[in-house]
């Protein structure tokens, strides 16, 4: 069984997204939302031509496009096109470009690495993001922008995580029961992986406590269930959707589909827009196909995040 929540920055001209949790197989996501300022430019010239203008004439000289690199930000860039008087912006719904610490810009990567202070952090995110290199001392997560910041610690000491990519797995931190981390450009999600019948029996398994501690955010519960971590202004940073718990029931409908195939031709069905909706069962951080999916309630205090799985 699975439990996820996920956190993301939000997607907005303010921020990113929010918080998430699992159990099971739980999953839980936190996303930050978009910034659409760029790093500071080194001012023009008081006389002669902006980049934009210069990059309009190189533009026409050389009957290619040219792009305005000082109008760059992580989803946009900006072309001064070859007709010497219009500009084409091109924006992506994901970053294509992060800020490097110092000052310009760097290819986004998601891949998890070990600090010098011991901590685990995504090579090159769009936000702040550490994850506990294992103890008790630091929280098993953290997002930060602009100041703003939200942390949740596991209730108990974390072994040193197992590297992979850009996940963190967090092996036993119960009785057959992992913690899977995983981040993305923009935010994080979590998921516990119930290995056996036994181990989902487990009494702390009943309510997961998680110890919140921001800074200059507030994090309600919404109308659907999702969270939202909002600044002074009300303006949502962080999301986080409704927490999911799924089994490994598509698991025995893959056996036999798979038995029904050595009697007959397989049909040619279109791959589907989502490559979540052909995942097999039990293959990672998203319900597989045939997979019993429940939704989790999710409680929100000052100082804490609960999360209560489907009995």
């Given at each position: 069984m699975?439990?996820?929540?996920?956190v993301?920055r939000t997607?907005?001209?303010?921020?990113r997204?929010l918080?998430?949790?699992?159990v099971a197989?739980a999953?839980?996501?936190l996303t930050?939302?978009?910034?659409?300022t760029a790093?500071?430019?080194?001012?023009?010239?008081?006389?002669g031509l902006?980049?934009?203008?210069?990059?309009?004439?190189?533009?026409?000289?050389?009957g290619?496009?040219?792009?305005?690199?000082?109008e760059?930000?992580?989803?946009t860039t900006?072309?001064?096109?070859?007709?010497?008087?219009?500009?084409t912006?091109e924006?992506?719904a994901?970053?294509?470009?992060?800020?490097?610490?110092?000052?310009?810009?760097?290819?986004?990567d998601?891949?998890?690495v070990r600090?010098?202070?011991?901590?685990?952090?995504?090579?090159?995110a769009?936000?702040?993001m550490n994850?506990?290199?294992g103890g008790?001392?630091?929280?098993?997560?953290?997002i930060?922008?602009?100041?703003?910041?939200l942390?949740?610690?596991?209730?108990?000491k974390?072994?040193?995580?197992?590297?992979?990519?850009?996940?963190?797995?967090?092996a036993?931190?119960?009785p057959d029961?992992d913690?899977?981390?995983?981040?993305?450009?923009?935010?994080?999600q979590h998921v516990?992986?119930?290995?056996?019948?036994?181990?989902a029996?487990?009494?702390?398994?009943?309510q997961?406590?998680?110890?919140m501690?921001?800074t200059?955010?507030?994090v309600?519960?919404?109308p659907?269930?999702?969270?939202?971590a909002?600044?002074?202004?009300?303006?949502?940073?962080?999301?986080?959707?409704?927490?999911?718990?799924?089994n490994?029931a598509g698991?025995a409908?893959?056996?036999?589909?798979?038995?029904?195939?050595?009697l007959?031709?397989?049909a040619?069905t279109?791959?589907?827009?989502?490559?979540?909706?052909a995942?097999?069962?039990?293959?990672?951080?998203?319900?597989?196909?045939?997979?019993?999916v429940?939704l989790?309630p999710v409680?929100v205090s000052?100082n804490?995040?609960?999360?209560v799985?489907?009995a």
């Amino acid at each position: 069984m699975r439990q996820r929540h996920r956190v993301r920055r939000t997607a907005t001209t303010s921020g990113r997204g929010l918080l998430a949790a699992v159990v099971a197989t739980a999953t839980a996501a936190l996303t930050a939302l978009p910034s659409m300022t760029a790093p500071a430019a080194a001012a023009e010239p008081a006389a002669g031509l902006s980049a934009g203008q210069r990059a309009l004439a190189e533009a026409k000289e050389s009957g290619r496009r040219v792009e305005v690199v000082g109008e760059r930000t992580e989803r946009t860039t900006v072309f001064a096109n070859p007709d010497g008087y219009t500009s084409t912006l091109e924006e992506s719904a994901i970053p294509v470009r992060v800020e490097k610490p110092g000052g310009g810009w760097q290819q986004p990567d998601a891949t998890l690495v070990r600090r010098a202070d011991g901590s685990v952090g995504p090579k090159a995110a769009a936000v702040g993001m550490n994850f506990s290199g294992g103890g008790s001392s630091d929280p098993l997560v953290s997002i930060s922008e602009h100041g703003r910041s939200l942390s949740l610690d596991w209730p108990g000491k974390l072994p040193r995580p197992q590297l992979n990519g850009s996940s963190a797995l967090y092996a036993d931190v119960l009785p057959d029961v992992d913690l899977k981390v995983t981040a993305t450009v923009e935010g994080f999600q979590h998921v516990l992986v119930v290995k056996t019948p036994k181990a989902a029996a487990n009494k702390a398994l009943k309510q997961l406590n998680f110890v919140m501690h921001s800074t200059g955010l507030t994090v309600r519960r919404t109308p659907s269930g999702a969270l939202a971590a909002v600044d002074e202004a009300g303006q949502t940073v962080f999301r986080a959707p409704t927490a999911q718990m799924w089994n490994s029931a598509g698991r025995a409908v893959a056996a036999r589909h798979r038995a029904t195939q050595r009697l007959t031709a397989p049909a040619q069905t279109p791959a589907p827009a989502d490559p979540a909706e052909a995942a097999p069962s039990g293959s990672g951080l998203e319900p597989g196909q045939g997979d019993k999916v429940a939704l989790m309630p999710v409680r929100v205090s000052k100082n804490a995040v609960s999360v209560v799985p489907d009995a």
